[in-house]
């Protein structure tokens, strides 16, 4: 069955500071890789995704994504985080045996805390 | 374009009670979506649709109908409404089912029975 793993329910970081939220999945076929993200009271948005190719993804607000194949990881990563990324971050995967459903099985979702 | 759009923002039902959440887009997407939010779980989908005329179950169909009888429209019906149903409920839609296509998420409903 195919499922996806954030075994962090939070993580906190310090402004400036480097983030990186955890994704791992298991999928029978090639995955396909998606993060979003969700501020408070809104919907989901859309930050990068995982198809082929290039292990690392770079996506919106200055998110980047690493696929390790051999790991089955996606994490979610930024260089410098700001407080203005504090939101909750979603983890999904699609494998290609689906491709004629279009389901995205979703992480539990990590809370991520940036402090000034 | 307005994207993904639900209504209502907010309802309050009474258990028994039937009620139909909106959704529309309008970017032309064939494949759209409904999901439930529910804290520590994630989404889970309840009902989807490739294209209109065409709907399936997801992983948490019970208690809710779709149809899908126009590209732009999926309403998502519940039948007699439970607590358990309280929750968060978004529509997503892509471009289509076949590639890895983003979701395009509208704002959520949040619905509550008491």
């Known amino acids: 069955a195919q499922s996806v793993a954030q075994p962090e329910d939070q993580v906190n970081v310090a402004e400036g500071n480097p983030l990186t939220v955890k994704c791992t999945y298991s999928?029978?076929?090639?995955?396909?890789l998606f993060w979003y993200v969700q501020y408070p009271n809104r919907g989901l948005q859309f930050l990068l995704k995982?198809?082929?190719?290039?292990?690392l993804v770079k996506g919106s607000y200055g998110f980047e994504a690493e696929f390790n194949k051999s790991q089955t990881s996606f994490h979610l990563k930024k260089p410098s985080a700001l407080v203005s990324d504090s939101a909750l971050y979603f983890c999904?995967?699609?494998?290609?045996?689906?491709?004629?459903?279009?389901?995205?099985?979703f992480g539990q979702g990590t809370t991520l805390q940036v402090k000034p | 374009n307005a994207g993904v759009t639900q209504t209502p923002k907010f309802q309050v039902l009474k258990t028994g009670q039937s009620m139909t959440l909106q959704c529309a887009q309008d970017?032309?997407?064939?494949?759209m979506s409904w999901y439930r939010q529910d804290p520590g779980m994630g989404l889970r989908l309840i009902h989807y649709?490739?294209?209109?005329?065409?709907?399936d179950q997801g992983e948490v169909p019970n208690g809710y109908n779709v149809s899908r009888s126009t590209t732009e429209d999926f309403p998502l019906r519940l039948l007699s409404a439970a607590p358990s149903q309280t929750s968060v409920y978004f529509c997503?839609?892509?471009?289509?089912?076949?590639?890895?296509?983003?979701?395009?998420f509208g704002p959520g409903t949040r619905l509550t029975v008491t």
């Open positions: 997503a839609s892509s471009y289509n089912a076949g590639q890895a296509y983003e979701q395009y």
């Open positions: 999928v029978s076929g090639n995955p396909y």
């Open positions: 995982y198809i082929t190719g290039d292990n």
């Open positions: 999904a995967v699609r494998a290609d045996g689906s491709s004629n459903t279009g389901k995205l099985i």
């Open positions: 970017m032309n997407h064939e494949y």
């Open positions: 649709s490739v294209g209109a005329g065409i709907t």
